[in-house]
């Protein structure tokens, strides 16, 4: 038991610079708060399949955002007040932040043919995201038509307050040719692993269709549900399109944790990422040891007491991976 809580402290202690938080000087099993008047987690949709994995030494991290019943930020409750379920077993909270702390993020942007005559709106709406973000923010921009690739091409990211050469980044697309959407989700999981902040999220802006990408829809989710990427998608498509498929950024939102948003004109279309980087930066950091090293698939539940009896809804992963059991030695 000492050794395990001397690692666990261990760990713990290097986490601190990424959360900048303080955490308890003991490690010990907390009994969890009491459970009356806690209303229960409001994921973006039933039970999901796998979200991330927890490596054998790692906390399981989750990120958490509340509202009122007015769709309101509610950033300053105290840790007390939360409690959470790993396959129904209350488990002790290692780690508790709602600091302002960097976020890695990609912007993952349709260039085909169909975005001609909105691009200039994205572009508009994605540098109105880099100003409401953490000026410490780590950006990437990845453009998809018939290929993936990286409009930032000196640096693998921008500090989100570097508003001149994201603007000259975004202004270098050209909308042309077919959409390989699942490749560039794919290329822009595999890039927030190479982000130094502790969480990651993911910015879609597309027509969910597909028609030229060599990985497949089931690969893909298969990739967001093992990252701990929160994935937010825009729909942005004519009623007439025949390329469309909301049902695809619907499936990758509530995979992660994230929401899926239509808006309906360039005005709404900025708003919402607006309204995308507040919650970002409203939200909480909520860290735990998990109870099991059994390779499957657990599912997790956030409750959070109400505030005077105040209606409110929680969002969080809906689950994730535990690592397998070390193989002991003969």
Not at 22 to 46: E, H
Not at 104 to 117: E, H, K, P, Q, Y
Not at 200 to 221: C, E, H, M, P, R
């Amino acid at each position: 038991m000492a050794d395990k809580v001397r690692k666990l402290r261990g760990f713990v202690a290097a986490l601190l610079p990424l959360y900048l938080v303080p955490l308890f000087s003991s490690l010990l099993p907390a009994q969890p708060p009491g459970l009356s008047g806690f209303q229960l987690a409001t994921v973006a949709s039933a039970p999901q399949e796998p979200s991330f994995r927890s490596g054998s030494s790692e906390l399981v991290v989750l990120p958490v955002v509340v509202t009122d019943k007015q769709g309101r930020y509610l950033s300053e409750l105290e840790r007390e007040r939360f409690a959470v379920f790993d396959n129904g077993r209350p488990v002790p909270i290692e780690l508790f932040t709602n600091e302002d702390a960097p976020v890695t993020i990609g912007l993952v942007i349709d260039a085909s043919g169909s975005m001609g005559s909105k691009l200039g709106d994205v572009i508009i709406a994605a540098l109105a995201f880099a100003r409401s973000s953490n000026p410490q923010d780590e950006l990437f921009v990845v453009r998809f038509n018939d290929d993936v690739q990286h409009v930032i091409r000196d640096r693998p990211f921008l500090f989100a307050d570097d508003q001149a050469a994201l603007h000259v980044a975004l202004r270098s697309m050209r909308p042309d040719g077919r959409t390989a959407l699942y490749d560039a989700l794919v290329e822009g999981i595999d890039h927030l692993g190479r982000g130094s902040r502790a969480r990651k999220a993911l910015i879609v802006v597309s027509d969910g269709g597909d028609n030229a990408s060599a990985a497949t829809l089931d690969q893909v989710l298969a990739r967001a549900r093992e990252s701990n990427a929160t994935i937010y998608t825009l729909g942005i498509y004519e009623p007439d399109d025949l390329d469309k498929n909301p049902g695809v950024l619907k499936s990758l939102a509530r995979a992660t944790g994230g929401e899926r948003f239509l808006p309906r004109s360039a005005g709404e279309m900025l708003k919402v990422c607006e309204l995308i980087a507040r919650e970002i930066r409203s939200g909480y950091t909520i860290g735990y040891v998990p109870p099991d090293r059994d390779g499957s698939y657990h599912r997790v539940r956030v409750v959070v007491q109400p505030p005077a009896s105040q209606k409110i809804t929680v969002r969080t992963r809906p689950g994730y991976f535990a690592a397998g059991r070390a193989t002991q030695p003969q």
